[in-house]
């Protein structure tokens, strides 16, 4: 238990029922998401592949398949572009998404792909941190498993490092160890309070082309959703990437949005770590000037970059506005940055117990004591506004699997029975509402039905075990169900042990009926 965290959050683990009905319905989402070579991010709000939701989903995958996880990363590189950008999203086929290929133009851009269509710009380079852990767990296996994830390390290691070394060069061109994003979807959390002072200088101008957007009949209320305001804005910078003709130098000076995102910083910080360590292990871009050198030398610079970023007084990382020199003191998951990257042991561990602590995971409102996007003790925060608040797995598991490579297992353990306990449902929601559990956004979201594999393959850390798929659909979860379930075993996630007065109720959180679940 970390100083200062609240000794009552402890979860209890998951019993063996919720074990088998959360991965097997985790496995049919998936399953039902899969279109072949690919996993569309949700069936129906995002029926593309997007680059960080495919890391994701390929770490969740790869409980079930070592072969179909490495597939998806495979077809992920099928788009990646001359420059080494692996595009924020890769359209295999027609859809009604939008902004879709129309809008995008790539074509524009003689760096792009042949053969598939995709957008252009990029998202946080997760992947390489998903890769580690797939070989990981392949070697584990050993087996044709081990030696397909050897083979396909090989094999596109210079395609990671080509990526990695694009965001290094033409994302950072005066080194200051911060990736340079162009726009708040390059970012991950499209409409964080992080971007407000940059979005308040974005003015979308007449002759913008006019739109539709496509996304609001997807979800149950409007308010889940960036406003119009705030989609005009997106628009209006991909129109600026758009005239731009894609080349960095050329938006840099013209665009309205140049900003160091300190979580993909972090994040491309860890992953050259990785892939230096997986060239290493396999004998691979050896030498002085090799990938391992240069992948060594991407790291440090970026979790110098990321360090010093942190405010002394918060403990937190900030983003900095490139146009103006100014660091941004905004609570959001973002400020997490460093125990990503590590670099710091202090700081690690102050930033262990802030996160464990009553202004995050530990703030006395949260249904689940699961890392927040935005801190609820923040004039920022919102209950219910995508990325302005709500719980996403995705940024839990990220903070976990940070944790545990810090040295920090049992503060790990505990964000991953949170998570488990809030993901109880089977829902498999894109977000969730902090203060009461509810599911937000779409339903069968990929990256979280992944997230939810992962955590539970890694119930025995030391002998992570594989899940079996379903082949058809199961019952959802009912509130009798779940009543029996609860008295057949005292191990159940929905009980948080000791759970304090004001601190969400005690019981397990019930299924929410939403206008647009889909019957089952
Ligand atoms: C959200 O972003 C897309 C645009 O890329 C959207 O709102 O239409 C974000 O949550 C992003 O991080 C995520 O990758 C994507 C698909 O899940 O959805």
Redesign the pocket.
Known sequence: MARGADPQMTVSQPSAVEIGLMSGRAGYVLRANDRGAFTV??PTL?PHM?S??AGFVALGIATVSVPRALDELRSLLSGQWATGMIP??LFHSPSDYFPGPDRWRTQVAAARPAGVLTSGIC?PPIHVIALSRILHDARRRGGADQQLAEEFVRETFDAWLAWHSYLATARDPYSYGLVEIHHG?ES???DSPRWDSAYANVHPQPDMPPFVRA?LAHVADPSQRPSDAEYAKYLWLLEQKVRSRYDDAVYRATGDFVMGDVLVSALLAAASDLLADMGEELGIGGGAAGGVEQSRAIARRFRTGVLRSVNPETGLARDLDLRTGQWLDVESAAGFAPLLCGGDDALTRRQRDLLLGPRWCGHSRLRWPVVPSVSPASPAFREQTY?RGPQWPVLNWLMAWALNRSGEPEAANQLRLAGLSQLIDCDFA?YYQPVTGQTLGSRD?S?TAAIALDFLAARRPAQRRPVRWLTSELPRITPTQRATHAAAGPAHPGHVAGRRPGHGPATAPQPQVHPQQRPH
């Open positions: 991010a949700s995002y997007w960080w939701d924020h999203i998202q979807w991950g959390m499209d996304d990325w894109e979201q990256w």
